[in-house]
């Protein structure tokens, strides 16, 4: 589907932001195909992003987080659990990077609702969750790693990065005609590639992250002594299952498969391209000789070339 935002003509009501609460699902998502994105203005890309928020919250039976636009050119987006505000990046990536980066940063508004009702994902991924995004007294994260490439190999990102790059390719039929689109795929493939070499080959820095900050947690007192004991026997236990490690693997190989499919896709098209223009250029080589051919047996005829979420 492609929407026609109007023309570029400066009156009042293209300044006013439509109401997407009449969109149904299939236009809100429509507006991500570059074609309509380019389209929009900034308030109407929030506007969209905002009734996303919007349904997801009520779905999942929590407040809508704000949306904003982010003034921070590098970076995707963020979310505040304080604030209950996102701020998304609208106009410096990709239609399919800022769906993405909704995807990701709602998912954390969920978390964060999850975590204080004590509801949603099983018990050790909700209080590891719980743990790494706790606050001091005056509001500021304290065990939050951000550094790579724990940063990453934190529960609560690892779900955030599963869940948004799950969603946005569970509709490949929807955009994957698009080139911006494929770009995406192949871009997340990649940085899932490097997260979970990362997760393969640092097992022991994660488990050395998740006991700092499992301790750090309970001498604050912002966990219990049950709850220390039962994070520090999972978190040290070789044959325990991260339920968001084994989805991260799990999505990247389906985002491994997507690229190449959307490659096989491209090369197919860029062989047919190819054989056309060999076609072509046959023919007017074949019509070049008979033509050749024919001058020179007639005298009369002689005078006649779209980056790191936070």
Same mark, same amino acid.
């Given at each position: 589907?492609?929407?026609n935002?109007g023309?570029?003509n400066? +009156?009042?009501?293209?300044?006013?932001t439509k109401?997407y609460s009449?969109?149904?699902n299939?236009?809100?998502l429509?507006?991500f195909?570059?074609?309509?994105w380019s389209?929009?203005?900034e308030n109407d890309? *929030?506007?969209v992003?905002?009734e996303l928020?919007n349904?997801?919250?009520?779905?999942?039976?929590?407040e809508?987080a704000v949306?904003v636009?982010?003034s921070?050119v590098?970076s995707y987006? &963020?979310?505040n659990?304080t604030?209950?505000?996102?701020?998304?990046n609208?106009s410096?990536?990709?239609s399919?990077?800022?769906?993405?980066t909704?995807?990701h940063e709602s998912?954390?508004?969920y978390?964060?609702?999850c975590?204080n009702?004590g509801i949603?994902y099983?018990?050790y991924?909700?209080n590891?969750?719980? *743990?790494?995004?706790a606050?001091d007294? +005056?509001?500021?994260?304290?065990?939050?790693a951000?550094? &790579?490439p724990?940063?990453?190999?934190q529960?609560?990102e690892?779900?955030?990065?599963n869940?948004?790059?799950?969603f946005?390719?569970g509709e490949k039929?929807?955009?994957s &005609?698009d080139?911006?689109y494929?770009?995406?795929?192949?871009?997340?493939d !990649?940085?899932?590639?490097?997260?979970?070499t990362?997760?393969? +080959?640092?097992?022991?820095m994660r488990?050395s992250m998740q006991? %700092?900050q499992?301790y750090t947690?309970?001498?604050?007192?912002?966990?219990?002594?049950e709850?220390?004991?039962?994070l520090?026997? $999972?978190?040290?236990d070789?044959?325990?299952i991260d339920?968001?490690? &084994?989805e991260?693997h799990?999505?990247?190989e389906?985002?491994s498969?997507?690229?190449e @499919?959307?490659n096989a %896709?491209?090369? @197919?098209?860029?062989a047919? @391209?190819?054989?056309s223009?060999?076609? $072509?250029v046959?023919?007017?080589? !074949?019509?070049?000789?008979?033509?050749? *051919?024919?001058i020179?047996g007639n005298?009369s +005829?002689?005078?006649?070339?779209?980056i790191?979420?936070?």
């Open positions: 589907m492609i929407i935002w023309s570029n400066h +009156n009042s009501e293209q300044n006013e109401d009449k969109f149904s299939d236009q809100l429509d507006s195909k570059s074609d309509n389209q929009m203005k890309r *929030v506007g992003i905002q928020e349904r997801t919250a009520a779905e999942q039976g929590r809508p949306v636009s982010s921070r590098t987006g &963020s979310y659990s604030t209950n505000q996102m701020n998304i609208v410096n990536f990709s399919y990077e800022t769906l993405d909704f995807a998912n954390h508004a978390q964060t609702y975590v009702n949603g099983d018990e991924t909700r590891m969750m719980g *743990v790494e995004t606050r007294q +005056n509001g500021n994260l304290y065990n939050y951000r550094t &790579s724990q940063y990453d190999m529960c609560n690892l779900d955030s990065n869940k948004a790059a799950s946005v390719i039929d929807r955009y &005609s080139p911006a494929k770009d995406y795929v192949a871009e997340r !990649s940085h899932f590639k490097d997260v979970n990362a997760l393969d +080959n640092n097992q022991a488990t006991n %700092d499992t947690s309970y001498v604050r007192g912002d966990i219990t002594e709850t220390y004991n039962s520090s026997e $999972s978190i040290n070789p044959n325990h339920p968001t490690v &084994s991260s799990t999505i990247g389906s985002l498969l997507l690229n @499919e959307l %896709d491209i090369n @197919e098209e860029m047919e @391209e190819n054989n223009y060999s076609d $072509s046959g023919s007017t080589e !074949s019509e070049s000789s008979a033509e050749s *051919v024919d020179s005298d +005829n002689d005078n006649d070339n779209s790191g979420i936070s």
